[in-house]
DNA sequence: CCAGTATCCCTTTTT
DNA sequence: GGGATACTGG
């Protein structure tokens, strides 16, 4: 067969096998910015130039950007077919896939998904309606509840396991939880939700459970690729061995080294236990990087080398030159936030583009005060990760009325939206709440039930609202709008900040335009939330031209810069003072500290304040990252200002 | 039954 | 230094 793209050209022999090696198990180690986006982009171009129908190509990527990019890429290689690719992250597929049968899944069709808050809120009602918590002197709290049932669910353990393991203070609650447990999941049957991991467990639960079923899924997708391996958990695996293990055409691509997801049940086991899951699996390592000068390769492998476990490899590189990475002691935060704002000046009066310059950091907090030096400097920018947007109140709280509007069973956004009248609290919204869904009247059915003078006045508005939009079949954008008009006057009561809320609010409405159908908009909110701001205030469209970019780690995955600065290298905060006491959890803090650096092509540099104090652990904290400190100065430079 | 006040808690990363 | 929860008065 002649092929039009010169794949023996352009990729290197490790990568054109894995680009080649079309059939059976495939599994691909890739290190650090070893090309791997580039291979996983030639390999979907290839399938399709074979011939291969492209939504019979299933890739799943961490996410949807990730995917989008990918196909794009793909399509300029080749051509437009490949944009009709199958791809996405593992939680849209579900959805897609549940939204399809769910009856068989076991709940009625629409349903919702609820973010971390609103599976707070359930758990907080059952909480309260629980009159056993009272007895115990302590009893965990919504979020600690949450945590508990989050990883029970997707490190597929017993609920007591988990208590017993992470939370043995609580240990005599064990029967009392595991009890709430169950609420919690019939609740969420109840009125017809699902959380995050529902969406998972769910699938999976669909696809084992209906073996035919599954075979009509499983049948559509010839070819399965995953990215991001090592950020998968077991329920994951277990979903994807279901789906390839008839064809066994899959291949997944991972760098145990990178693996940043444990605290949300990802396992970089997965990569491991993958040939066993698929015996005969060909194993492919690409070494070689083609993202950093030699100098940052030698710090990047001396950090993961002292990991306890790992699949060996170490990264080379054919680029010449390259300077040291520098480790920079300051005195405090403000004179690190200064010194990265002279460099970045410095940086960009030789001509490197400010897009080209990043800042990371462990947790979204901790660029605060360089935020404001950067203002000061009117240095442009824009934060990724960290604050979540969609988690707001004003945002949660206009989308609630989206919500029951799409889903009048969802109690938690009836709640929230009666909870913000006057008059109302917790017992008159459950009476209200009841005559609704007893009556199956839908939000329009407000105005329709027999309510107190009191109440009836302070919802007067909201009740024209909902018939207002429950008469004329209004669009996304539009019932947004009469929503959002009808809110900001509760919204200027209740907030001193509210211009920057409006601002939020509009740049909600801009999103909403490009939606016709509220379930996708709803979902896709839920599933792919913006997470990217400048200014404070969030925004959904924007373009990195010529702004500097601000990430946590976690949102830097996959991304390069010329200079990278890492701030808070600093032991208690990054490892965090929370992973010190687990060698797991340092471990992944080490691995975090592997992704921050290797994405440096050009320029690295660690900063720490030698003196912090640390109100919430109440530690003076100023040594720098156990991980880089006891680095030769052969490594890394060392330098106090 | 609501709303306002005192007290306690914790505080990472994200689909 | 803030949010969530428990408590208390109207």
Known sequence: MNFKIPYEKELNPSQLEAVITTKGPLLII?????????????RVARLVEQGVEPNAILLLTFTRKASQ??????SSLLDNRCSRVSGGTFHSFANAILRNYPEEAGFKPGFTIIDRVDSESLIGMIRKDSKLVSKFHTF???NTLANIFGKATNKILPIEDVIAKDYPHFFIT?????????????????????DYDDLLTHLHRLLSKNPELCQTIASRYHYIMVDEYQDTNKIQ?????LLAEARRNIMVVGDDSQSIYAFRGASFKNIMAFPQKFPGTKIIKLEENYRSVQPILNLTNQIIERAAEKYSKLLFTSKEGGVKPVLLSTDNENS????????????YENGIPLNQISI????????????????????????????????????????????VIHNPNDKVSWYRILLLLDTIGPKTADKIFNSITEKNIGTAGLSKITLKPKTAKSTARLKEVFTQIGSSRQSVCLMGETIIKYYTPILEKKYDDYPKRIKDLEHLAAIMERYDNLETFLADISLEPPNTSIDNTFTADYSENDRLILSTIHSAKGLEWHTVFIIWALDGRFPSVHALNSPEDLEEERRLMYVASTRAREKLFFIHPTYFYDRSSGMILGAPSSFI????????KKKSI
């Not at 990019?69 to 793909?74: K, P, S, V």
């Open 140 to 142: 965990p709290r919504k």
């Open 69 to 74: 990019e990918m196909l794009h890429r793909a």
């Open 174 to 194: 064990t029967e009392i939880i595991t009890q709430m447990y169950k609420e919690y999941n019939s609740r969420k049957i109840e009125h017809n939700f699902l």
């Open 629 to 636: 400190d006891m680095l030769p100065e052969k490594i890394l």
């Open 30 to 42: 890739a290190g650090a910015g070893s090309g791997k986006t580039r291979t996983l982009t030639y």
């Open 237 to 241: 695996a277990r979903i994807l061995y």
């Open 336 to 347: 690190q936030s200064c010194f990265v704002v002279r460099e970045i000046k410095k940086l």
């Open 360 to 403: 990371l950091f462990r947790a979204g907090f901790h660029s605060f005060d360089l935020e404001v030096e950067l203002s000061k400097a009117k240095i442009p920018f824009i934060k990724v990760g960290g604050f979540k947007f969609m988690e707001s109140a004003h945002i949660k709280d206009v989308i609630a009325h989206l919500k």
